[in-house]
C-alpha cells in the first residue's frame, strides 16, 4: 500500500468531501469581517479551506471545547419513598473519528502538552483521552511564518511533526500527504487522491529537508526556569515588562498551549448540565477565594504566573518540556503589543528590563 | 471515586446535620452504594468534592477519623454560593462526593512523636480526622496536646465531644479571644496562649490550621520556641475547581494543592514560589 498520495490544488476538494463522508474534518478557514483572520471550522461540502496563513485561533477547540458537559443531573421523586428526592446523573463519554486537515507544527505542539496534563495521570481525563484517541493530524511542513513566530527557539521548528500523523507539503501544484505513522494509514487509503510522481517525491523532500534547517526565531528559550526564579521577587521587573497589560485574557484564548478550565454547574427547572469551560489565569477572579484572599489580585502577578507556568513550571514538572510552541499568537492578537518572548528573554540576570 | 471518570461524583445521602455555630454545619454523609461505602478508605487529611447539583462544588476536609465506617464527615463553614446551600441540607437529602482527594497527613512518619495541634476556628476541622485517629493508636505516639482557639466560645466547633477527646489523653487549652461570662477556658489570641504554654520542640511535631493571619504569628511563635520548618505541618487553602490536578487552577508555582496537598511542611513552603 502506498504511503504518500498526491492531491493537486484544484482536487482538494474531492478528498475532503470524501474523508469528510466518513469522518469529522476541521480544516482552517477564513473568518473576521474582512476575512483576514482565521479559524478551524468542521468541514462540509463546499467549505474553503485557507492553508496559506496561519488561523488567528488554534484547533484547541477541537480536542478541548470552549464549553462542554461533564455529565447531566436530574432531581426525580425517589420511587420507593415518595416523600424523597433523588438525584439522576449521568455522563456520556464519546468521540468521533475526526481529521484536522491543515494544522501547523505550533498548533499539534500545544496537544503534546495536552496529552502529558490530561492523561498523564494521577488522574486521567476521558473527555479527552477519547477524543484524542480518535483525532488525526494532518500537519503542513509550514512556509509562512511572520515576524511574530518563534517555533524553533522553543525546541520545535517549521517542518516537526511530532505528534502527527500525516504530513503535507505544499507543492507548485498541490500537496504530497504522506503517512508518518501506521495509524495514518487508512487515513490516506481514504483521501485517494494521485501517485506521487518523483520529482513530486523529490520536491517534497528538498523542501522538508529546507525547512527543518529553517531557524524561526532568534535565541532558545528552552532553559528559562532558572531565570524565572531569580525574578519571581522582583516585581520592579514585573512591572515594567507588563504595566500595560488590560488582563483582557486574549493571550490565553488564542493559545495552543493554554488549557486552564472551570467547572459550573447550570439548571433548567429539575435538570442541568455540570459544564466544562475555558478559563484564564489573566482574571482577577481566577484565583479569588471565598474569604476575599487572592493570592494573585494584580496583573502582574498573573502575567509572572503565565510565564511561569509556560517557562519554568511545566519544564520542572513534564521534563523538560516548554509549555509554549512559538507560534506567535498572543503577540500578534494583545491589544497592548505585549511580546512574551521580551518577558522571557529579558529574564536573564542583566538583561536590560527596558529595552 | 468512579475509577473511570473522576469527574463523576459519587451519590451520598444527609443522614445528620449538626449545628457547630452560628455559620458552621457539620454534614455526615453515606454513600448510596452500600459496597462503595463498606470499602471506602482515605488518610486522614484528605479531602473530598461535595456537590449540590446545579449550584456547584467546593472542597472541604473529610474530617471523621479513617476508622469510621458509618459515615464521612465533613464541616463546612458558610462562605458563598456552594457553602450556603450545603447550610440548607437537612437529613435525607441527596448530595454528590468526589474522594478522597489530595495527599493527607504522613501519619507514619509521626509515630512515636509527640504531637502539637493549633487550631483556629474552622482549621479544628482537619486537625480533628488526624487527631481522633491518633485517638484510635494512642500508643503509637507520645505527648498530645491541642491549643484550639475561636472568637468567642460559641464559635468553638465539636464542643459536644471535648470531653471525650480528653478521655484520649490529650492535653486540650481552649481560649477564645476576649472574656464571655461563665468561660473557664484561657482568654487570648491562639498564638499568645502558644507561647504562654511553650510546649518543647524536642521530638515534636506541630500541626496548624486555622485562618491566615492566625497562621502566620503561630509559625512565628513557634520558630521563637525553637521550632524547624520540617517539625511543621500546615493545610493549604486555594480555589480549585478539578481537585485532579489538571485544570491549573490551585498552583503554587510547581506544585499542586489539590494533588501535591493540601497538607505540606513549612519546609517544602519554603521551597515554593512565595505566592502564598
Ligand atoms: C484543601 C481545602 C480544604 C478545605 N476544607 C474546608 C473545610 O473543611 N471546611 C470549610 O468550611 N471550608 C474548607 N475549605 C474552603 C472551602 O472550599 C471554601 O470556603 C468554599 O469552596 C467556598 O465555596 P462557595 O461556593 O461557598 O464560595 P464562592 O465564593 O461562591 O466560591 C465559588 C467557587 O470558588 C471556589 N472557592 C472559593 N473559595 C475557595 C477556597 N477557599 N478554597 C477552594 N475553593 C474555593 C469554589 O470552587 C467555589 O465553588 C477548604 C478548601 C481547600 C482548598
Ligand atoms: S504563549 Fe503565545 S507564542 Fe507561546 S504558544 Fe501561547 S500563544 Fe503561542
Ligand atoms: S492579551 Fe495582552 S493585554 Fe490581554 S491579558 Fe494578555 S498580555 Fe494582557
Ligand atoms: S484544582 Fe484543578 S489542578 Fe488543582
Redesign the interface.
Known amino acids: 500500500m502506498s504511503r504518500a498520495i498526491f492531491i493537486p490544488r484544484d482536487g482538494l476538494h474531492p478528498v475532503l468531501d470524501r474523508l469528510s463522508a466518513e469522518m469529522d474534518v476541521w480544516v482552517p478557514v477564513a473568518s473576521g469581517p474582512q476575512k483576514c483572520g482565521g479559524e478551524f471550522v468542521r468541514y462540509v461540502p463546499g467549505t474553503v479551506p485557507v492553508l496559506e496563513r496561519q488561523s488567528t485561533t488554534p484547533p484547541k477547540r477541537i480536542l478541548l471545547p470552549q464549553v462542554e458537559s461533564?455529565?447531566s443531573?436530574a432531581?426525580v421523586k425517589d420511587p420507593e419513598d415518595a416523600s424523597?428526592?433523588?438525584?439522576n446523573?449521568q455522563?456520556e463519554?464519546a468521540a468521533k473519528p475526526t481529521v484536522v486537515f491543515g494544522a501547523r507544527p505550533c498548533d499539534v505542539r500545544g496537544f503534546l502538552l495536552f496529552d502529558r496534563?490530561?492523561t498523564g495521570g494521577?488522574?486521567?481525563?476521558?473527555?479527552y483521552r477519547k477524543r484524542r484517541e480518535n483525532t488525526f493530524f494532518a500537519t503542513l511542513v509550514c512556509r509562512q511564518w511572520d515576524a511574530a513566530c518563534f517555533c524553533s527557539s522553543v525546541g520545535s521548528g517549521p517542518a516537526d511533526m511530532e505528534g502527527s500523523d500525516l504530513r503535507l507539503t505544499p507543492l507548485e501544484d498541490g500537496f504530497l500527504v504522506e503517512a508518518i505513522n501506521r495509524r495514518a494509514h487508512p487515513i490516506l487509503k481514504l483521501m485517494g487522491g494521485e501517485q506521487p510522481t518523483k520529482t513530486q517525491l523529490e520536491a517534497a523532500e528538498n523542501l522538508q529537508k529546507e525547512t527543518t534547517e529553517e531557524q524561526v526565531g532568534t535565541g532558545d528559550l528552552t532553559h528559562s526556569g532558572d531565570d524565572f526564579?531569580g525574578r519571581?521577587?522582583d516585581l520592579e521587573y514585573w512591572r515594567s515588562m507588563v504595566s500595560q497589560c488590560i488582563s483582557c485574557g486574549v493571550c490565553t484564548f488564542v493559545c495552543p498551549t493554554c488549557?486552564?478550565?472551570?467547572?459550573?454547574?447550570?439548571?433548567q427547572g429539575l435538570e442541568?448540565e455540570?459544564l466544562?469551560s475555558w478559563?484564564s489565569?489573566m482574571f482577577y477572579q481566577?484565583?479569588?477565594?471565598?474569604?476575599g484572599?487572592n493570592?494573585?489580585p494584580s496583573k502582574f502577578?498573573r502575567y509572572r504566573?503565565r510565564i511561569?507556568?509556560k517557562f519554568?513550571?511545566i519544564p520542572?514538572?513534564y521534563a523538560g518540556m516548554i509549555g509554549c510552541c512559538g507560534c506567535g499568537r498572543c503577540i500578534r492578537s494583545c491589544p497592548v503589543s505585549i511580546d512574551i518572548r521580551k518577558v522571557v528573554e529579558n529574564l536573564k540576570e542583566n538583561a536590560c528590563a527596558c529595552s | 471515586m468512579h475509577a473511570?471518570?473522576?469527574?463523576?461524583?459519587e451519590?451520598a445521602t444527609v443522614k445528620e446535620v449538626i449545628q457547630e455555630t452560628h455559620n458552621i454545619r457539620t454534614l455526615r454523609i453515606v454513600l448510596d452504594d452500600e459496597e462503595k461505602m463498606r470499602r471506602f478508605v482515605f488518610r486522614p487529611g484528605q479531602v473530598g468534592q461535595l456537590s449540590v447539583?446545579?449550584?456547584?462544588?467546593s472542597t472541604f476536609v473529610i474530617n471523621s477519623p479513617p476508622s469510621c465506617k458509618e459515615y464521612l464527615q465533613f464541616s463546612v463553614m458558610r462562605?458563598?454560593e456552594v457553602?450556603q446551600r450545603i447550610h440548607q441540607l437537612s437529613a435525607?437529602?441527596?448530595i454528590?462526593v468526589r474522594a478522597p482527594l489530595g495527599n493527607g497527613f504522613c501519619f507514619e512518619e509521626l509515630k512515636g512523636k509527640d504531637i502539637l495541634f493549633v487550631g483556629g476556628g474552622i482549621g479544628m476541622a482537619p486537625l480533628r480526622t488526624l487527631l481522633l485517629h491518633m485517638i484510635d493508636h494512642r500508643a503509637d505516639y507520645g505527648d498530645i496536646m491541642i491549643i484550639y482557639g475561636a472568637r468567642s466560645p460559641q464559635d468553638l466547633c465539636y464542643r459536644y465531644e471535648f470531653d471525650k477527646w480528653r478521655e484520649g489523653k490529650v492535653d486540650l487549652v481552649l481560649t477564645v479571644d476576649s472574656e464571655f461570662p461563665g468561660w473557664k477556658g484561657r482568654v487570648g489570641f491562639v498564638p499568645t496562649v502558644l507561647t504562654e504554654e511553650a510546649p518543647s520542640p524536642h521530638n515534636r511535631v506541630a500541626i496548624v490550621c486555622g485562618?491566615?493571619i492566625m497562621i502566620k504569628f503561630v509559625l512565628f511563635n513557634l520558630k521563637e520556641l525553637g521550632f524547624q520548618s520540617d517539625q511543621i505541618l500546615t493545610t493549604l487553602?486555594?480555589?480549585m475547581?478539578?481537585g485532579?490536578?489538571?485544570?491549573?487552577?490551585c498552583?503554587?508555582?510547581?506544585n499542586y494543592v489539590c494533588?501535591d496537598g493540601p497538607v505540606f511542611s513549612v519546609a517544602q513552603l519554603q521551597g515554593m514560589?512565595?505566592?502564598?
Not at chain 1, 424523597?84 to 438525584?87: A, F, T
Not at chain 2, 485532579?244 to 487552577?249: A, F, V
Open positions: 461533564l455529565l443531573y432531581y424523597r428526592v433523588k438525584i446523573l455522563a463519554i496534563v490530561f494521577p488522574f486521567q481525563d476521558e473527555y526564579r519571581f521577587e488549557y486552564c478550565f472551570s467547572i459550573t454547574d447550570e439548571m442541568g455540570r466544562r478559563d489565569c481566577y484565583t479569588l477565594e471565598a474569604s484572599h493570592p494573585r502577578e504566573n511561569g507556568h519554568s513550571f520542572a514538572k | 473511570h471518570n473522576p469527574y463523576l461524583p451519590l447539583f446545579g449550584v456547584g462544588e462562605a458563598g457553602t435525607g437529602d441527596p454528590g485562618p491566615p487553602e486555594k480555589r475547581k478539578c485532579i490536578g489538571i485544570c491549573g487552577r498552583n503554587i508555582g510547581t494533588v514560589v512565595p505566592e502564598l
